[in-house]
């Protein structure tokens, strides 16, 4: 069964880190595009962050020099690594995947993690 589950969500001050993870299985993630999705509440689904099978990576200009995306593709394993956060960063963060190219389209993706939740407190 192919899977994607998400952790590292939880409650932080604004300005503090926070850590997601999205873990991969019943499927090769190798060859996938894995994205980072946010949703908050009243609002439509963003993309955060994606990651290419090579390493290349590419962000939302909300949060780039704050995020990091990153993927071990031995451990079919990707990360969000979340610094200085903002009240504004707060929804639930969902982990995606697609074949090849990456999208900023969440309707592209037909892989989707059930989402953690990101509380940000000022």
């Known amino acids: 069964q192919v899977q994607l589950a998400e952790s590292g969500g939880g409650s932080v001050q604004a300005g503090g880190s926070l850590r997601l993870s999205c873990e991969v299985s019943g499927f090769t993630s190798v060859s996938n595009c894995m994205g980072w999705f946010r949703q908050a509440p009243g609002k439509e689904r963003e993309g955060v962050a994606f990651?290419?099978?090579?390493?290349?990576?590419d962000y939302s200009a909300s949060v780039k020099g704050r995020f990091t995306i990153s993927r071990d593709n031995a451990k079919k394993m990707v990360f969000l690594q979340m610094n200085s956060l903002k009240s504004e960063d707060a929804g639930t963060y969902s982990c995606?995947?697609?074949?090849?190219?990456?999208?900023?389209?969440?309707?592209?993706?037909?892989?989707w993690g059930q989402g953690t939740q990101v509380t940000v407190s000022s």
């Open positions: 990651i290419l099978p090579n390493g290349n990576t």
């Open positions: 995606a995947a697609r074949r090849y190219a990456c999208m900023w389209q969440p309707n592209a993706y037909g892989l």
